[in-house]
């Protein structure tokens, strides 16, 4: 039986217990977990029961209805117990379940004095107490400064964060965060140090620096974040401006504090934002408006622009004058899952923290890559691509180091230093060897490399690393260092599979066409289309590309019949790929999916005619293509 604690808007939470294999979260009556909050679609997810293992998997999908586990946007995850699930407004605590795997991200500490906090608390040690003053003529008690204590040296009357038992103290962090802000370097470089600072130092998991400029306003400048803080529409930038002083909104599914950075005696120059779940914090508010003022401070002292404009005295001169055509433009397809990733792409251009993107070959990792690179601030540097896996350690370090060569030799400087200002992009970092790692991890934390000849070097880059597997399977596996985990995938953007995006496959055909000088997707009949639109991609996009080269190659731009295509997209048959598990019931789940869609692209959506073919009623496929996200599959090529 599994517990769980549902906490609504307004603080209200309730104990379900759950005694199910399969347990459905939703609106709707019919739900074994029934959450009625703004933003729960009618069944929105299920956890499944399989031995020791809980899985979550998330159903249904809208605008607004992302599902986030511990702070991070999430379509399938394992669960252990303390894990948090937010839908909407509405937030589900798992109280029991499997021990948490030790190398995944932890999940920010929950809030209230339920039973994790009293426990979490109760473990924790006592700071040790302070040495006696010296005795001296009586004075006036100074006041002490608010602290974040143990939960157990608090009365049990009292009820206190969580984030107490992690002895942080606000007189601890001003030092460090006002040399940050004070450093020669541009405002969103020092908004960026500040918000790495937090992030490793301080309970504040996720914070991001807004900018208030007309043509980008609701835009992170400087950020980081565990989950995704959204942009901020200009209605909640209104209010923001309208209530001068920290105002909370409902931005895209999430509940946001945001604080205005105003300088003195002038408007607000830039806008600071915390997750809800860390603002309720007193001491943490108390920090963020702190905060805010110290950067309106030192934001007046240095006379820059305000956030989100090039202005700043310490901005170096743009490069380009020439308007440049949109890069986003590059990620072609108008599908849900490509809005989102150029959404995203948007507002992690111009961060300065590293970025890792995670999928399938052939899904475009380094076409984003350059997105990003040509997004940001330092587009007019250059973009450096190396690949983890083209050679040994010893060589991969001399390309990106370079050689200091005896003295009749000349010095080769290294590719990391060619990339001075700009993006260094690692394609399969997964792949490194150890030695690269260490010094990937002396690059991000420190922002130095030792050159050859044993001096320090500070560099200044963005990281962008790609990958196509997980990089919690190479970390869990030991090949891959956790501590440089960690700081790769401050931003991750997972790319989805092109079968998760075929009504893209047109727009896909006209991009190539007008790249290799192939047939446009208006060449195609309709039998070759829906061939193409039926076929499982193993290679995505990539495979697409190498089609329309074949044809460009035999046909150039003439009429495209299913005979001319290669023979692998006329063979109907069902592939069954098991990755790790050999789970009976995953398989047969499988199956079933793959049946279902063979059949319903045959059928081109027609249900009464699938259910026939399928010997099942339509009640029943209707049931099923919801339980496994099966579209309807209109966007298939009909006859006239």
């Not at 379509?75 to 937030?91: V, Y």
């Not at 622009?305 to 308007?323: C, I, K, L, N, Y």
């Not at 599979?497 to 309709?526: M, S, Y």
Request: avoid cysteine.
């Amino acid at each position: 039986m599994l517990s769980f604690e549902v906490r609504k808007p307004g603080g209200e939470s309730e104990i379900r217990k759950v005694h199910r294999d399969v347990i459905h979260l939703g609106a709707s009556s019919g739900n074994d977990l029934v959450v009625r909050a703004r933003g729960v679609l009618g069944r929105h997810a299920r956890i499944s029961v399989a031995g020791e293992e809980l899985r979550l998997d998330v159903l249904g999908t809208a605008p607004g209805s992302d599902v986030y586990l511990n702070g991070a946007i999430v379509k399938s995850a394992a669960l252990a117990a303390g894990d948090r699930i937010q839908i909407g407004e509405a937030t589900i605590t798992l109280l029991n379940g499997p021990a948490p795997n030790p190398n995944r991200i932890a999940a920010p500490p929950p809030r209230g004095r339920d039973a994790f906090s009293v426990a979490s608390a109760a473990l924790s040690p006592l700071p040790p107490a302070p040495a006696p003053p010296a005795p001296s003529a009586p004075r006036a008690p100074e006041p002490r400064p608010r602290s974040y204590e143990p939960v157990h040296a608090v009365r049990p009357a009292e009820n206190r964060s969580l984030s107490a038992a992690q002895g942080f103290r606000l007189a601890d962090v001003w030092g460090e965060i006002f040399g940050r802000l004070r450093a020669s370097a541009t405002l969103e470089e020092r908004l960026q140090e500040v918000a790495s600072y937090l992030s490793s130092s301080t309970p504040v998991h996720s914070v991001a620096f807004l900018s208030v400029a007309d043509s980008s306003t609701g835009e992170a400048i400087a950020a980081i974040w565990k989950g995704t803080l959204p942009r901020l529409g200009r209605r909640s930038v209104d209010e923001v401006f309208a209530a001068g002083g920290p105002t909370d909104v409902f931005e895209a599914g999430m509940r946001l504090r945001v604080y205005p950075v105003t300088r003195p005696g002038a408007e607000a120059v830039g806008l600071l934002v915390l997750p809800m779940e860390l603002a309720a914090d007193p001491l943490l508010n108390d920090l963020a408006v702190a905060l805010a003022a110290a950067i309106g401070f030192v934001h007046a002292e240095r006379a820059d622009a305000p956030f989100g404009e090039r202005a700043s005295a310490h901005a170096p001169a743009a490069m380009v004058t020439a308007p440049l055509e949109d890069p986003v433009t590059a990620v072609v397809g108008s599908s849900l899952a490509i809005q989102n990733l150029r959404v995203s792409l948007q507002r992690i251009a111009s961060a300065r923290a590293p970025v890792l993107v995670i999928g399938d070959v052939g899904t475009g990792k380094t076409l984003v890559a350059e997105t990003l690179h040509a997004l940001s601030p330092r587009r007019p540097r250059p973009l450096v691509r190396i690949s983890a896996t083209a050679s040994t350690a010893a060589a991969l370090e001399e390309d990106l180091l370079g050689t200091a060569g005896p003295p009749d030799r000349r010095r080769r400087p290294g590719r990391l230093f060619e990339a001075d200002g700009g993006t260094l992009l690692i394609e399969e970092v997964s792949e490194l060897p150890a030695p690269t790692q260490a010094l990937l991890y002396r690059l991000l934390e420190a922002r130095e490399v030792v050159a050859p000849g044993g001096r320090s070097v500070p560099v200044d880059v963005r990281v962008i690393g790609t990958s196509s597997r997980p990089l919690t399977r190479a970390v869990e596996e030991g090949t891959f260092r956790d501590d440089l985990y960690y700081r790769l995938s401050a931003l991750t953007l997972r790319l989805p599979t092109l079968r998760d995006r075929k009504e893209d496959i047109p727009a896909l055909l006209d991009a190539f066409a007008a790249r290799h000088g192939g047939p446009p997707a208006a060449a195609f009949d309709v039998e070759a289309m829906n061939a193409l639109l039926d076929f499982n991609y193993a290679g995505n996009v990539r495979e697409v590309e190498n089609e329309v080269r074949r044809l460009a190659a035999q046909l150039g731009a003439g009429p495209v019949r299913l005979s001319d295509l290669d023979a692998k997209f006329g063979d109907e048959h069902v592939e069954l790929t098991l990755a790790e598990s050999d789970d009976l019931k995953e398989i047969v789940e499988k199956v079933e999916r793959q049946v279902i869609e063979r059949v319903m692209r045959k059928v081109r959506g027609n249900q009464s005619l699938g259910a026939r073919l399928l010997n099942i009623s339509r009640g029943s496929l209707i049931a099923k293509m919801k339980e496994y996200d099966i579209k309807d599959f209109r966007y298939l090529k009909r006859q006239d």
